[in-house]
């Protein structure tokens, strides 16, 4: 029984070892029973006999029994090798066992994330990604493309450069930009009210204050008058538009265009007064 399992475990290496054994392409073990099969010519021949004496003193080995096609371990002896080592698990019927794992598979990469255009320009590129990132409304990310301020922020020599505006804005004079109004209004020096104190305005007052004959332009934003002539050269859209709610309550014209302005925040500096009704008594002085 040792000796059984002793040659079974040792003969692929003893026969490759062997300069004359397997080399029909056969698998390893089958050489000795190729000189079995033909003992008639052979065993004249040469006294090969320690080949036939290997063979003899083989005779329980279960490859030389005529199983010479398929040399399958387990038709051998089922107690070796051991179930699970690596010499059964050689030949075995699934060839992939030797084949390398198969590639992980992988999970693909995250789509991007739609890129958020809003119409404010190309899509982004490379520098443009390095742009801060706003969450704001869109009327505060900055002035539109093709405003004015981006228009001047883009120039050179500091100076406007006209370009097509399809928002119709208007081509500011240098020192009226946004930017030089805000400066403007904060500043503590500048009297932009135009009137001393604070006014109570009838609407017949209102009215008259057209922003002609040398008369100041005033207009109304929710029961306040202000004073807009100041800041008919800083607006975006040009003196003539602005000037069309000089003397009158501008709220609708304001909303109709740019809803997004705050004009309390941008005109707070020109605060005349409150709009009262007509039968109180006008301010003194007005007329
Ligand atoms: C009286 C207070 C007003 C203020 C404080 C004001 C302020 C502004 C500002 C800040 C912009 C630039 C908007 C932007 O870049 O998004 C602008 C643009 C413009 N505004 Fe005014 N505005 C006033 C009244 C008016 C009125 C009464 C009209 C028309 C009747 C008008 C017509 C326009 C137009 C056409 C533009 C350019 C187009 C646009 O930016 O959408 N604005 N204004």
Known sequence: MSWNLFSSWLQPSS??????????GQPNGHAPAVTITNPDKENEKTPKAEVSKTTEGVPTFSLSDGDNTTSSPETETPSFPALNSAQRAKPSNSPNRMAPPPAPTLMPPPARPATINRGLGPPPSTASSLRLPSTGPLPNRGPPAG?????SSLS????????????GKVLLSPGHSPMDWAALTKSSSADLTGVKGF????PSQLKKMTGRKGK??????????YNITPYLPFHPGGEAELMK????????????????????NMLGA??????????????????
């Open 156 to 167: 050179p020599n500091g100076t406007a450069v006209s370009v097509p505006n399809p928002r």
């Open 199 to 202: 006014q109570r305005v009838t």
């Open 15 to 24: 026969l490759d070892t062997k300069p004359d054994s397997g080399t029909d």
């Open 245 to 264: 709610a000089a003397g009158r309550d501008g709220a609708k014209l304001f909303m109709d265009v740019h809803p997004w302005v705050n004009w309390e």
């Open 147 to 151: 405003s004015q301020q981006r228009v």
């Open 216 to 225: 100041p332009a005033w207009s109304s934003w929710q029961g306040k008058v």
């Open 270 to 287: 020109c605060l005349v007064g409150v709009l009262v009704p007509e039968e109180e008594s006008p301010l003194e002085g007005l007329d």
